[in-house]
């Protein structure tokens, strides 16, 4: 959840490790702070609350210069104690060694309370504490500081991922990484670790992806890397397609609105070497895949957030369109039950980032179970936009979203992505069951490739919403509504807009209304509902009409063949037209994403960083 960043090099690293955290942000932003190995050998330290702003402007004010060759540097979110500059990273115990650390240690109270009797004295609330005075402790018995941290670690248990360094050691920087996400930045005489490529663009395109359980000492000429058994191994250098200007803003003011426009190019990057000829290519999913796809009985797919309600469209479509059952959950529900996984059922995993804990959890729990009896058939794909991360690594099958770097926490190009890929894989199901026709087939391609031009012309729109945002900025609550595949859209469109507005709001089947939610109604209560052209639209005006005669405001977004028209308090935005079942979930969301981010802007928040929230939840 938070971010890491780090380097040893010839030159000044400072300016490095600022940036790479102003670039790391989106994964945290209640505190930071940056220590470095000064020219007298010395730990220098700098930690500010809030954004990295403030880290900036106290490092500006020193009185003397913040300079070292080696450092490291962290952006929090909180997790043990509350935002604070004691509780900011990085933790140093006794003026020799320093650490930053993201993720859990579970034992940490046992730890602390070993290592109060041993005269350790804490002076903050996190769990990181206990890491830095267990480095510590080990460096009484030795001078290898990689010895240290490896001995360390091996009292602990939860997950982790590390930057440390130390005075005795004063060209070394040693990372660990079990559960949460760290990569070095290969340069020429200097290399840097992080939590995200992203941070290192700057410096580096070439990148180590350490494994679970590695370990690795990391000089300005060497990288060594030892596997969780101890033995040296060797990790691939990759370049990165990324540049430091695809992380940038533009001309946008914020990253939600760069990456909601963004969404076409994103959908066109995703279709790319996947479909032909009207056809889809099944072997996108993997070169097995159509094998493995012949023998699929049932879905099961685990997600959280954003990603759980694109699991929730791809249900309708599993089951409507080829007629295969499907179920969802919830990762963090379903790593907590015993769940009754029927052979023959594939096991569906959806992440952006793809270092989700829960679903990450829950995935390693199905290989569990797999492993313990050869005959079960439960293949795994997962569907992420992060090639090296730790979903994509323990999956059968992988199918990569392109939909680039995502920096504001509101998910948006990834939730229109996974979509698309959600379309092609029940499009390759289908195919290989024999459940479509090739014209069905070719309708569902026409669908996804007609989505650029869609999208753009549902951002035709954004004016006409803007002003219509305007009646939120009185509001506290609201209510979204959706029939078939638009209820998961409704239930994305009330994240969006609690998520960075800070408005309360909820999502129902439009059908509900009578059991509950109709008591809600009122004028201060407005009702955002989604009016496609489909089969459910005459009972959809049937709700509509429930709420306009009891004193509700209504906001409807329709296609523009449903002959639904404006009257007071019944506002109708015609958001787009000519969709089907496919199309129609992802068009109709753009409205509703450019909904939320105006009325965020009205209420004055912060729409890239909201309040409470980090991009990716890498703890449980």
Known sequence: MCGIVGGVAERNVVPILLEGLRRLEYR????????????????????????????????????????????????????????????????????????????????YQELKTEQIKSDYQFSSETDTEVIVHAIHQQLETTDDLLQAVTQAISFMKGAYALGVTAIDNPETLIVARKGSPLVIGVGIGEHFIASDVSALLPVTQNFIFLEDGDV??????????????????????????????????????????????????????TLEGRISQGNVLVTSFGHNAEEIFSSVQQVQIIACGTSYHSGLVAKYWLEDIIGIPCQIEVA????????VILNNTLFVTISQSGETADTLAALQQINTYRSSDDKLNIPTLSICNVAESSLTRESDL??????????????????????????????????????????????????????????????????????????FADKNHALFLGRGTMYPIAMEGALKLKEISYIHAEAYPAGELKHGPLALIDDNMPVIAIAPMDDLLEKLKSNLQEVKARGGQMLVFEDEQSNLSSEPDFKVIKATTNVGRISAPITFNIALQLLSYHVALIKGTDVDQPRNLAKSVTVE
Request: hydrophobic share 35%; net charge negative; charged share 20%.
């Open 28 to 107: 945290g932003y209640d505190s930071s702070g940056v220590a470095v190995l000064n020219k007298k050998g010395k730990l220098q330290r700098v930690r500010s609350i809030g954004k990295i702003i403030n880290l900036d402007a106290k490092i500006e004010e020193l009185s003397e210069p913040f300079f070292g060759q080696i450092g490291i540097a962290h952006t929090r979110w909180a997790t043990h104690g509350v935002p604070s500059e004691n509780n900011a990273h990085p933790h140093i115990c006794k003026n020799k060694v320093a650490v930053v650390h993201n993720g859990i240690i579970e034992n």
């Open 216 to 269: 690795a000492r990391v000089t300005r000429q060497t990288v060594e890397i030892f596997n969780e058994q101890g033995q040296l191994v060797e990790r691939p250098v990759k370049q990165s397609n990324l540049t430091s200007q695809s992380v940038d803003l533009g001309d946008h003011k914020h990253y939600m609105h760069k990456e909601i426009f963004e969404q076409a190019q994103s959908v066109i990057d």
């Open 332 to 339: 963090s529900e379903y790593r907590y039950r015993n769940p």
């Open 398 to 471: 992988i199918c990569l979203t392109h939909a680039g770097p995502e920096i504001g926490v509101a998910s948006t190009k990834a939730f229109t992505t996974q979509l698309v890929v959600l379309a092609l894989l029940t499009a390759s199901l289908g195919k290989v069951q024999q459940q479509i026709n090739e014209d069905q087939e070719t309708e569902i391609i026409q669908e996804l490739q007609k989505l650029p031009t869609l999208i753009n012309n549902a951002l035709q729109h954004e004016s006409t919403i803007e002003t219509i945002a305007e009646s």
